[in-house]
């Protein structure tokens, strides 16, 4: 059985970091892309990063790029999204989701995102 599941999420003040962990069971990460999405109250969701299957590599969407990195933890069949410099409209909940055999553009297209997580809260105030 495949899951996902989100972890990390927490209240931080503007400027700061925060490290998200997608804990993937029931299948083997790299085969997959994994992307992280993001919902603010009120908004559409959003494609914030994605990594591809198989080494592909990454992509970050314009309004996180230089301060959010993707990585995948093979070992640990994990894949993380360390958040640095936050800002408050980085706010909302934050979801991983996976697909077989994606690309690094996954978070273009997540209605492929066969997987979804459940979620973590994201909070910057100060």
């Known amino acids: 059985q495949i899951q996902l599941e989100e972890s990390g999420g927490g209240l931080v003040q503007p400027g700061g970091s925060l490290r998200l962990s997608c804990a993937c069971s029931?299948?083997?990460?790299?085969?997959?892309?994994i992307a992280w999405f993001r919902q603010a109250p009120g908004k559409e969701r959003e494609g914030v990063s994605s990594?591809?299957?198989?080494?592909?590599?990454?992509y970050y969407a314009d309004y996180v790029k230089d301060r959010f990195t993707i990585t995948r933890g093979n070992a640990e069949n994990t894949v993380y999204l360390q958040m640095n410099n936050l800002h408050p409209e980085d706010a909302a909940v934050y979801y991983c989701?996976?697909?077989?055999?994606?690309?690094?553009?996954?978070?273009?297209?997540?209605?492929?995102?066969?997987?979804w997580g459940k979620g973590t809260l994201v909070n910057v105030s100060s």
């Open positions: 029931g299948f083997t990460v790299e085969t997959y892309a």
């Open positions: 989701a996976a697909n077989r055999g994606g690309t690094r553009l996954a978070i273009l297209y997540d209605s492929a995102m066969g997987y």
């Open positions: 990594i591809g299957a198989d080494d592909d590599g990454t």
